[in-house]
């Protein structure tokens, strides 16, 4: 199973990231196989932390939840919320084998589905693959639907995507089949930076 998780900082703790990275980094370098892309989320001028971002394939429910329990910024209160969801993993490709170029720039773009939006979901499905495609060999990371629990209904989006500017992505977004026809109840758009040590792909 695929799962996709975000970990929301605790801005009233931001020490406590620096002060456990390194336990984090081997922590998570004890996982790499379980790895589809992983990094933090900044705001736009890349000076704050806002959160974790992972895409992992375990087992279950159960493995996951324990992976993330025994996870050394969790543990040690860095996060203030923890969200773990079913998630489809569209592309092949892992983050380690995305071409990265100096000073581009890179984005979460996690969507959150309205109630009962699935099945116009399911109409709207090929037209939202066929614009994803365009931009599936050198902007995304990684992409893929957001489930239910049961990793059965559509219940969002979360996407890993190189573009030059927030402006560009907005334009994106603008113009994505389900963002136009109102899929999204909120459309969350953050700075992403590559997780691991400095010089390393991960």
């Not at 020490?15 to 705001?43: I, N, Q």
């Not at 979360?158 to 899929?183: C, H, K, T």
Request: aromatic content about 16%; overall charge negative; some cysteine.
């Amino acid at each position: 199973m695929h799962f996709h998780i975000q970990l929301i900082d605790n801005p009233e703790y931001p020490e406590r990231r620096a002060r456990y990275r390194e336990a984090h980094w081997e922590y998570f370098e004890s996982h790499k196989d379980h790895f589809v892309a992983r990094g933090a989320t900044l705001t736009d001028d890349m000076e704050t932390y806002l959160s974790s971002v992972i895409f992992v394939e375990f087992d279950d429910w159960e493995t996951v939840r324990y992976f993330i329990d025994n996870e050394p910024l969790n543990q040690n209160g860095v996060y203030k919320k923890v969200a773990i969801s079913c998630w489809h993993k569209a592309l092949e490709r892992c983050q380690i084998d995305f071409p990265r170029e100096e000073g581009q720039s890179y984005w979460y773009i996690r969507g959150f589905g309205r109630p009962n939006a699935s099945s116009r979901r399911d109409e709207l499905l090929e037209l939202h693959r066929n614009y994803f495609s365009a931009y599936d060999e050198n902007n995304f990371i990684t992409r893929g639907a957001v489930l239910d629990d049961a990793g059965e209904k559509w219940t969002g989006s979360a996407n890993l995507i190189a573009l030059p500017s927030r402006a560009q992505v907005d334009n994106f977004m603008a113009n994505e089949p389900f963002y136009m026809n109102g899929l999204y109840d909120r459309v969350l758009i953050e700075r992403f930076k590559f997780g691991g040590r400095a010089n390393q792909i991960v």
